[in-house]
């Protein structure tokens, strides 16, 4: 069974302030996935990283893949109140399940002015 | 609007009652998913179709019993349920087969068994 950790499980911080947020696993992944979950909807893509060691940036948001793809971080710089919600990272499967996303265990993210 | 819409969004029902939740897409996917989401636990995946065709059933309990007539429709049907049961249910669409593609997912069924 594959198995996504997240840390930490919360966060509250003020606006303004940068963040980490990690997703660690002992599989290795061929993609992996964050999303971001609002009360009461469902979660929202965010970015998808394919090759180990990627970098991708998405405005105030920093993704990165480890290069052994069992890993991967957000960062976000210069927090707002609009990034309040559940992250979530989410790995594919490495084949023959390449659709089958493993969700990771969720941080919240609270951000207050 | 993500392109996924489930209805109903909120569902209370009791134990001996038998209801369906619905999922639909018009995003051109053909693969189309369920997912249980219970605090403090990780989304659980229920079971997936691919091109209308079950192709996993996480040891999902019977009383639940998916049903997907074509790619662009799924529904969740729910029978003696258990108050545990309650939950969001999230259904999620994508490309199968595209590790690049993420899912799109619907605003969910929040479902409480009473």
């Known amino acids: 069974t594959q198995l996504l950790e997240q840390s930490p499980q919360f966060l509250s911080i003020q606006e303004g302030e940068n963040l980490t947020v990690y997703c660690n696993s002992s599989?290795?992944?061929?993609?992996l996935q964050w999303y971001r979950q609002e009360p009461g909807e469902g979660p929202v893509l965010l970015v998808t990283v394919v090759t180990g060691g990627e970098v991708k940036k998405l405005k105030r948001l920093t993704f990165q893949f480890g290069d052994a793809r069992k890993d991967s971080s957000l960062h976000i710089t210069a927090a707002q109140p609009g990034d309040t919600g559940l992250y979530l990272c989410a790995g594919a499967g490495n084949t023959g399940t390449a659709s089958k996303l493993t969700f990771g265990t969720g941080t919240r993210l609270q951000v207050t002015l | 609007e993500t392109g996924v819409t489930q209805t109903p969004r909120h569902l209370v029902m009791g134990m001996t009652n038998k209801k369906s939740l619905k999922c639909e897409q018009h995003?051109?996917?053909?693969?189309m998913y369920w997912y249980k989401q219970s605090a403090k636990k990780p989304l659980e995946l229920m079971f997936v179709y691919n091109f209308k065709e079950q192709t996993e059933n996480n040891s999902v309990p019977s009383r639940f019993s998916p049903e997907c007539p074509n790619s662009s429709h799924l529904f969740l049907h729910l029978h003696t349920l258990q108050p545990e049961d309650s939950a969001l249910y999230l259904c999620?669409?994508?490309?199968?087969?595209?590790?690049?593609?993420?899912?799109?997912f619907g605003s969910g069924t929040r479902l409480t068994v009473v």
């Open positions: 999620a669409s994508s490309l199968y087969g595209d590790r690049g593609h993420g899912y799109t």
């Open positions: 599989s290795v992944f061929s993609s």
């Open positions: 995003l051109g996917h053909n693969a």
